[in-house]
Antibody, heavy 117, light 109 residues
Framework: EVQLVESGGGLVQPGGSLRLSCATSGFILSDYWMSWVRQAPGKGLEWVAKIQETGSEKEYVDSVKGRFTISRDNGKNSLYLQMNSLRVEDTALYYC??????????WGQGALVTVSS | QSALTQPRSVSGSPGQSVAISCTGTSSDVGGYNYVSWYQQHPDKAPKLMISDVTKRPSGVPDRFSGSKSGNTASLTISGLRAEDEADYYCCSYAGGPYVFGTGTKVTVL
């Protein structure tokens, strides 16, 4: 059974940093592109970033470029999102999701990040 | 990377059909046949309903169907059921990044 479990969320002050982790199981992580998608409270889904199977290719939404870094450790079956210079508008539930071709076929339950002073 | 445009809400009675539009540009929806649709119930993770414009994953009822014309994709739910009441989001590949739609709330009257 495919499982994605996010962790590392919490409350952080503006300008601070946080690192999200996504533990995966039930499939071979190195066979898949992976992604982070976020959802602000009461708002819609926003695609954040994606990473190629070996980590050699990465893509980000413009609003997080230069502040967020997506990475992975296939040996540890884990995906990460390092978030620096956090802003109030980054407050959201962050989902880890698996790509199958050009769509997201499995999603985690999300990790809540709250940026507030 | 502007969000794709969806109607804020649509509604229908049980057994009826509803259609949700998803309008983008030639750089996303119109440029690729990589539009997917996701269903999200309150406080739940999104669930894939349609991939590659028209493909229905295993386990998704055939009441759900997708199509595309130009820069606009559509999701149609036929034979509406109470459990279809949820938020629906389209998503399109945009040549590197992806972009989601603004989301549509489907209400079953």
């Amino acid at each position: 059974e495919v499982q994605l479990v996010e962790s590392g969320g919490g409350l952080v002050q503006p300008g601070g940093s946080l690192r999200l982790s996504c533990a995966t199981s039930g499939f071979i992580l190195s066979d898949y592109w992976m992604s982070w998608v976020r959802q602000a409270p009461g708002k819609g889904l926003e695609w954040v970033a994606k990473i190629q199977e070996t980590g050699s290719e990465k893509e980000y939404v413009d609003s997080v470029k230069g502040r967020f870094t997506i990475s992975r450790d296939n040996g540890k079956n884990s995906l990460y999102l390092q978030m620096n210079s956090l802003r109030v508008e980054d407050t959201a539930l962050y989902y880890c999701a698996r790509y199958s071709a050009y769509h997201l076929d499995y999603w985690g339950q999300g990790a809540l990040v709250t940026v507030s002073s | 990377q502007s969000a794709l445009t969806q109607p804020r809400s649509v509604s229908g009675s049980p057994g009826q059909s509803v259609a949700i539009s998803c309008t983008g540009t030639s750089s996303d929806v119109g440029g690729y046949n990589y539009v997917s649709w996701y269903q999200q119930h309150p406080d739940k993770a999104p669930k894939l309903m349609i991939s590659d414009v028209t493909k229905r994953p295993s386990g998704v009822p055939d009441r759900f169907s997708g199509s595309k014309s130009g820069n606009t994709a559509s999701l149609t739910i036929s034979g509406l059921r109470a459990e279809d009441e949820a938020d629906y989001y389209c998503c399109s590949y945009a040549g590197g990044p992806y972009v989601f739609g603004t989301g549509t709330k489907v209400t079953v009257l």
